[in-house]
């Protein structure tokens, strides 16, 4: 199985808040990442936050990180439907990134 | 500036024939990334480049897959005897230098069909 997990499908009503979870398995990750797929299109960097941090804000986004548990998590707060995608959580591994299999975000009107 | 694009966006082909896939990179990036993203597989990490060179080739999937980046630009990944198996988004990436705290950049990618 993947180093990087991540649930598969989260779907909610416009205007609520998405929570995407992530767990990751190496506790010497560095950076961990968050990135969006858009259908047809490359992945997109989204945000990152240091191994030393806690939390990272950025606009709507918020990444919550707890180094004890391993767990990763990105808010998104009031969803709209332009945010339907699959978002997948990255850790940094020396000069290479792990990906989780991406959790399909489904924004409903 | 201009991101990191790869060409072509999409490529169909018969299986056991080889096909190209090319990268470039934003300019100025020293290191570059390939990955791929199977149906039900997630992003697999294949190779990396250091301005022209492949420290660690150990991610490529089989002998079949080769690549190669001249003049620290332009990369090709080559995949010979194309099989099905092979069907998926190949995604290029590239960053500053390959130290840990330069984000990597990703192009659209291009989806390989072996029929």
């Known amino acids: 199985g993947e180093d990087v997990e991540q649930s598969l499908f989260l779907s909610v009503r416009e205007g609520d808040s998405s929570v995407i979870n992530c767990t990751y398995t190496d506790s010497s990750s560095t950076y961990l990442y968050w990135y969006k797929q858009e259908p047809g299109a490359g992945l997109q960097l989204l945000t990152y936050?240091?191994?030393?941090?806690d939390m990272k804000q950025d606009q709507r986004l918020t990444v919550l990180l707890n180094k004890k548990d391993k767990h990763l998590s990105l808010r998104i707060a009031d969803t709209q439907t332009g945010d339907s995608a699959i978002y997948f959580c990255?850790?940094?591994?020396?000069?290479?990134?792990?990906f989780g299999g991406g959790t399909r975000l489904m924004v409903k009107p | 500036g201009a991101g990191v694009s790869q060409s072509p966006s999409n490529k169909v082909t018969e299986k056991g024939k080889d096909v190209e896939l090319r990268c470039d990179p934003i300019s100025g990036h020293t290191a570059l990334y390939w990955y791929r993203q199977s149906l039900g597989q997630g992003l697999e990490f294949l190779i990396y480049f250091q301005g022209n060179s492949a420290p660690d080739k150990s991610g490529l999937p089989s002998d079949r897959f080769s690549a190669e980046r001249t003049g620290g630009s332009v990369s090709t990944l080559t995949i010979q005897r194309t099989q099905q198996e092979d069907s998926a988004v190949y995604l290029c990436?590239?960053?500053?230098?390959?130290?840990?705290?330069?984000?990597?950049?990703f192009g659209p990618g291009t989806r390989l069909t072996v029929l």
């Open positions: 990255a850790e940094m591994r020396g000069n290479m990134l792990t």
């Open positions: 936050i240091f191994s030393n941090m």
């Open positions: 990436a590239s960053s500053q230098s390959t130290s840990v705290t330069d984000t990597q950049y």
